[in-house]
């Protein structure tokens, strides 16, 4: 069953036929009433409808500058519509919900900027997901990925044996380049814990190559965990499931406290940052991670400023960065990109807007794990990005996330774009020097 | 767009002031002498004593002329030989806090407002100049 | 009607005022109490730096980003904030009031001057109208009450600026004037205009996110 305009996929529709009218009232006054409070309030009896934050989002560009898609119109068609019937809404409005929420929102928050008063329109659709997550009535894809969470602990049903398999075939690989490379796996109080998102071990698993060769190079003292705990993404998060969400979050940084590591480094993804630099650690009562969260970017800084990486020629090509919006107007790491980036390529220009400002790949917050049938509109719903990337005239696009490297991919290739999209990773090991750093050398 | 609409509003704002600035009064208005100011904000108040009196039914001088000595009103005198402005400065002073415009502010509409009769609002005393003023 | 006009001009006054500082008042009470028994994390991420960092910024005409792509609203809606606060507290009329009620005073506008700032406060009014009646994203979100809220701020400036000048039925205009200007005053906590005091609020706990956990700017 394909999405059409009126209907959605399969887990959506036949979950709506599912639903009660009593049970979506009782669901949505509990959510709006039992898991808000005064922030919600404030947000809803704030806003002054003045429809500033439509020139922040890149749905409502992307459509023509189409009302439906403004972020305080997708507000208006789902919460303040739940407000005012005081729940009691159809399984139309639902259905609507759910593209909003799901497909027509990044959650990246770039509105709560161009808003006067802050208000984190995010959260609300987020809080619509919440509900939606509640009536069972989520995208068939994402929640595939929430069920795999919730049985392996990894998002992409990677068993426990295929994960060491992967990893250590890896290592013998990245062997040929340095004959004593190993990637450490449980080693107690290591300095570092490297993890990653589960895509990599499942079909990019040459990224564990090359991480795998800079630690080495690096002469860091790593390891990776064996057990599940390993994957720091978190698509729960994005779908309102608190719950798993927080399992997941609690089952890394336990794994980290049983390596008893010193801190935790990550591969290039932005959403898994976000769970466990931002999200996860809440739903655990945690204010901050309970370990120091690092992001590759910013690892990647520290290893070229010390010098434990050497590049022995920039790489020449023209390349543009994009900043993820989860390590940017998440964490505040675009400067250091762009650091990064001059320490690596000779040739970069800049893609505006930029920093904090910049558009969303339009596959974050989700979208893009809603999965195949919504990919036609997807790329409708990701032209001004589209656009952006072809007024930097770049060979290269640089993008150190998981979720933009896909989106982005997707984007180049449906506009036509003739760019070839990387990882910072990918630039380092492409361009570092193949020698391991010993202090004083 | 909003530009429009906001043309349209100030030109039919141009509109009625002109009206307003254009009506020539017809007959001249006796007001009060306002040569103890340096400058003033709005037109003098409208005020013709004797009209006032008589309609008020007012005989007794020291009513509005009172006499004010060491903080309190002395009886049965009154001052309506010497300037409101002797004792009320332009401002308000160490000797006499009750500067000379609240006084009259202060003496007319508190009376105005105990006998139920006579102009409260400020434009009703000041009255906008006319045409021929 | 003089005594009316005196009850409106004073008791009502007192009324006025005490619900609006009253309600707005009770307004911060119960969302901060609200929010330490619902929700104690905000109070883990704000911090006063962040938070008047954020607010700051976007008191600085055209400072943040968004502001400078919107020129000509943002332009509009600085200066009828500003003018909203400083015609009514800095009016010649006002201060006679409060000096023969109190006889305390302070400095005032010239009157051409406040006269003026009038005029650009119902023009700001007529734009942000025609800007809800016209422009897509804006009509979509619009009720019927936003003209309300308009109209209620309309009402009292355009009575006084009409009163000032003496066009027509002066008397009733006053009395129009000063009963609009106080249910202004009286609605402004039970209204979206309470965004007089949630916005900081908003403002500050964004801010305090942005800044705090986020390392970054939210202008």
Redesign the interface.
Known sequence: MNPTENTLDQAVEEGLERLTQERITRTVNQVLEKETGARFTAYVETCMRCGLCADACSFFLSNDRDPNRMPAGKVKQTVWEMLEKKGRVSKDFLRRAVRIAHLECNVCRRCSMYCPFGIDIAYMMLLVRRIIHKLEITPLYIQDTVNSHSATLNQMWVKEDEWIDTLQWQEEDAREEFEDLRIPLDKPGADIMYSVIAPEPKFQAGLIYQAAVIMHAAGMNWTMPSRPGWDNSNMAMFTGDNEISGRIARAFYETAADLNVRRIVMGECGHAFRSVYDVGNRWDAWAMPPFEVVHALEFYHELLTQGRITITEKYGKKVTLHDPCNVSRGRGLHDMAREVVGMTCSDFVEMTPNREHNYCCGAGGGVINCGPPYKGERMVNNRVKAEQLRDTGAQVLIAPCHNCHSGLEDIVHHYELNMEVKFLGDIIYETMEKRVYTPGV | ??????KT??TA?LV??A??FGTAGAQELIRMDTYAFDST??PAAVFDHDIHNEAAELDDCAVCHHVWENGTLVEDESSEDSPCSECHGVN?TQEN???L??AF??KC?SC??D????P?????CH??MQGGE | MNAFIDFIMGPMVWISFLIFLGGLGYKLYRIIHEVRTKEGYVFSYLTWYHSLRSIGAWLIPFYPRATRQQPFFYGASYIFHLALFVVPLFLSAHIVLVEEAFNVSWPALNDTFADLLTVVIIASLAFFTGRRLIQPEVKFLTTAQDFALLFIVLIPFLTGFLAYHQVFAYQWMMILHILSGEFMLIIIPFSRFSHMITAALTRAYTGSEFGNVRHARDW
């Open positions: 767009m909003g530009e429009i609409r906001m509003c100030l704002m009625v002031l009206f307003c904000r709005r308000p806090e009750m500067a415009a609240n502010h202060t509409r105005h407002i006998k139920g009769a006579g409260i609002l400020c434009g009703q009255r906008k």
